[in-house]
């Protein structure tokens, strides 16, 4: 069996006093899609950063890409791992044009001024842009932009190394219905790629889980209520007791909707 791209062991996280994660559990193999979620408060962003090597577990370890976390430079792991969340939005230089946030991620960087770009990585970013639907913008400067506009390059940006795992926390956050299907339909397309992209996408709306995800982690109060197969786990039982309230699930053409029963 090959390494799986990512691994949590019994990952715990205390804050404030309280375990805010507590012996999570989770192994995505090359090329799954999994979709995290859970209510406000559940521990899906804490998950993620864990993933994404910017936060240490109190208890448990993790293996990114093959590679055990405190044994490597988390620097250069970073490079083969896409991530995109809230708090990257707020952290780009507002001044940066799309194309330059998009290219700053060949190295790492927030921002291009500490670095040279070879004409192929501009290009390869203008490119990523038009993937995202949103290549009329490389010029536009970031702060300018909507908030939709914003995650498209965002996602553009995390494509930009070529990672083997990409997580994206709540990418569909503040869109509009027409913004968020847009992109759930270019997340639904980049899990159909041929290139096996692992994907770890935390959302708390049923309704922006991308058909074409095969598995889903479901978490409440920092713990693991169920993980596996999407239709297992995206059911009546387990998130009536996640939600803590009777829910009924219903699919359509690979959508998922719930409401109370
Ligand atoms: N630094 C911190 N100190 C205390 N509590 C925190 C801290 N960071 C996060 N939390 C709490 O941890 C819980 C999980 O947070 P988070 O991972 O952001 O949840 P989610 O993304 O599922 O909404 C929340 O109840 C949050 O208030
Ligand atoms: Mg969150």
């Given at each position: 069996m090959p390494d799986p791209v990512l691994e949590l062991r019994g990952v715990s996280v205390v804050r404030s006093g309280s375990w805010i994660v507590a012996d999570v559990s989770l192994r995505v193999a090359a090329g799954e899609r999994w979709v995290v979620i859970g209510p406000n408060g559940a521990g899906k962003s804490t998950v993620l950063s864990i993933a994404s090597t910017r936060l240490w577990p109190s208890r448990g370890s993790v293996a990114v890409l093959g590679e055990e976390i405190g044994r490597v430079d988390a620097r250069d792991l970073r490079r083969r791992v896409g991530d995109a969340s809230a708090a990257l939005a707020e952290a780009v230089h507002r001044g940066l044009t799309a194309a330059e946030v998009v290219v700053s991620?060949?190295?790492?960087?927030?921002?291009?001024?500490?670095d040279a770009y070879s004409d192929a990585e501009r290009a390869r970013a203008v490119d990523l842009l038009d993937l995202v639907g949103v290549s009329a913008l490389a010029d536009r400067t970031f702060g300018t932009l909507s908030t939709g506009e914003r995650q498209r390059v965002l996602l553009a940006r995390t494509l930009m190394p070529d990672p083997d795992l990409l997580l994206l926390d709540e990418p569909a956050a503040g869109l509009d219905l027409g913004a968020r299907e847009d992109l759930l339909d270019r997340l639904t397309a980049l899990a159909a790629r041929d290139r096996p992209l692992a994907i770890v996408l935390v959302t708390?709306?049923?309704?922006?889980?991308?058909?074409?995800?095969?598995h889903a982690l479901l978490l409440s109060r920092g713990r693991v209520v169920a993980a596996g197969r999407v239709d297992d786990v995206l059911a009546d039982g387990p998130l009536s007791a996640a939600y803590g309230l009777p829910l009924r699930v219903s699919r359509d053409a690979g959508r998922h909707t719930a409401r109370r029963a």
């Open positions: 991620a060949a190295t790492g960087a927030l921002a291009p001024w500490w708390h709306h049923l309704e922006e889980v991308p058909p074409g995800f095969g």
